[in-house]
């Protein structure tokens, strides 16, 4: 019994880091990693490098009072949803943020964050709309859109305001200028890639896009 008393001494000696913690020694530190988007490096009248349209005209150009000088990207066109992909980076768990200015618009004003996208007719959007003053929840699937959740917040036009997403499991949460005004859960897409989205004959800038993961 001594015997066997001492080895085991021994091993744990050994075995433990200083401080006698094994969770202390399989500890790690996470860092989160951000790819931005300001548009200002890109040729005017151009796309962005890397991103892939899905309906609507969609450009570079230079707006005087653009968050980060001198360039947004404009959607000018009229489509039933215009969107692109602002590259081929496929996330799951994510935090997305635009600055956006709703410009005009007769039947829709709106600006939108899509992500967990499969390809142009599956994904999940962040709307924000200037003229009903809202920010909804909305899963894209099969080329049909369908409301997950609606949430109610003033949207002015002609303003640059802050749209975010944050994504983690099946969680989603929406936020216009810091503060949160929606939330919903849903199982059907797991990861994919993010991008931007209007409607009809919206016409909307937006500039200093960020995807966060940790």
């Known amino acids: 019994m001594r015997k066997i008393f001492v080895s085991f001494s021994i091993y744990m000696a050994i075995s433990l880091p200083a401080g006698g913690s094994l969770c202390r020694a399989a500890a790690t530190t996470k860092s989160s990693q951000t790819t931005q988007w300001t548009f200002d490096k890109e040729q005017a009248g151009k796309l962005p490098v890397g991103a ?14 653009a968050p980060s000088s001198p360039n947004a990207l404009c959607q000018t ?4 949803y ?3 992909s602002l590259s081929d980076k496929v996330y799951g ?6 600055r956006f200015k709703p410009v ?27 003229l009903e ?15 997950i959740q609606e949430g109610s917040a003033k949207v002015p036009s002609g ?7 944050e994504v983690k499991g099946n969680t989603m949460r929406g936020f216009l200028n810091g503060k949160l005004v929606v939330e919903a859960r849903d199982d059907t897409f797991k990861a994919g890639k993010v991008g931007l989205w209007t409607k009809a004959d919206s016409v909307t800038c937006f500039d200093n896009v960020k995807a966060t993961t940790e």
């Open 52 to 65: 892939t349209v899905f309906a609507g005209n969609w450009a570079v150009r230079a707006e005087s009072d």
């Open 77 to 80: 066109g009229y489509a039933d």
């Open 82 to 84: 215009p969107a692109l």
């Open 93 to 98: 768990d994510v935090t997305v943020t635009t």
């Open 104 to 130: 005009s618009g007769n039947s829709d004003r709106a600006a939108g964050i899509i992500f967990r996208i499969q390809d142009k007719d599956n994904y999940y959007i962040l709307r924000a709309n200037a």
């Open 133 to 147: 003053d809202n920010v909804n929840i909305y899963k894209y699937v099969g080329g049909w859109r369908r409301a």
């Open 159 to 165: 303003t640059w305001q802050e749209l975010r997403v």
